[in-house]
């Protein structure tokens, strides 16, 4: 499974890059607007640090202007994939983008039967919400693994990305189900690294390795 960080956090992103498990990260509207900067500029940042795929969100309602605007973020840098969201007007976009190479990454998706009609519209990625649907009280991982299965089943070349992740554990779950990317706020990415009995252990490593070097 590909690890993608979730945030707009350009000093959490070199983090994460810096201890060699990033493989491409997601924004949106609210994580830029919580950095007090342009989305363009922070896109752009993103992207030299990061040596993948950068999810960026388009915004506008209508297919029309989706396709317009999403021609124009695909522009900003050759690691730019596009966010659309799953809606009608967001589904004819999808279509009409993807036939030109423009990847694009199908968000706010929260059941199986939109992650299978963003695949067959060509979305690159299907971005199934898992913790939003906990919060209701819905299985969210059951969506991530139905997609799977359902992509699996017809050979579809869309990935299922495991989105709006709250703790260590969905990253587990979100392996084991099979999921091709999940994308990890970095409270959460910085706390997979950690296990007590890991600190423990390197500290009764170091005690005993001071009785040899001392004598
Ligand atoms: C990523 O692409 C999503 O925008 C993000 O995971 C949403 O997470 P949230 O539900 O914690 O806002």
């Not at 939003?132 to 969506?143: F, K, P, Q, S, Y």
């Not at 587990?172 to 990317?181: D, F, N, Y």
Request: one cysteine or more.
């Amino acid at each position: 499974m590909r690890i993608f960080m979730d945030t707009a956090n350009i000093e959490e992103i070199r983090r994460g890059v810096t201890m060699g498990v990033v493989d491409g990260v997601t924004t949106n509207p609210s994580l830029v607007a919580k950095e007090g900067i342009e989305y363009r500029d922070r896109v752009l940042e993103i992207c030299e640090v990061v040596q993948g795929p950068v999810s960026a969100e388009c915004i506008s309602e209508t297919a029309d202007a989706l396709v317009e605007e999403a021609r124009r973020i695909a522009e900003w840098h050759e690691h730019v994939v596009v966010k659309i969201a799953m809606t009608e007007p967001g589904l004819e976009a999808i279509r009409r983008v993807s036939a030109e190479g423009i990847r694009v990454n199908t968000t706010l998706i929260f059941s199986p039967n939109q992650a299978l009609l963003a695949a067959r519209a060509g979305a690159t990625y299907v971005s199934p919400f898992i913790g939003r649907l906990n919060d209701i009280g819905h299985d969210g991982m059951a969506v991530v693994r139905e997609s799977v299965k359902i992509l699996e089943n017809f050979h579809l070349p869309t990935q299922v990305l495991a989105a709006s992740i709250r703790l260590p554990r969905d990253v587990t779950e979100a392996a084991l189900v099979g999921s091709h990317v999940a994308t990890i706020p970095a409270d959460v990415l910085f706390q997979m690294v950690k296990h007590p009995l890991t600190d423990q252990g390197i500290d009764r490593f170091l005690a005993d390795a001071q009785k040899y070097n001392a004598v």
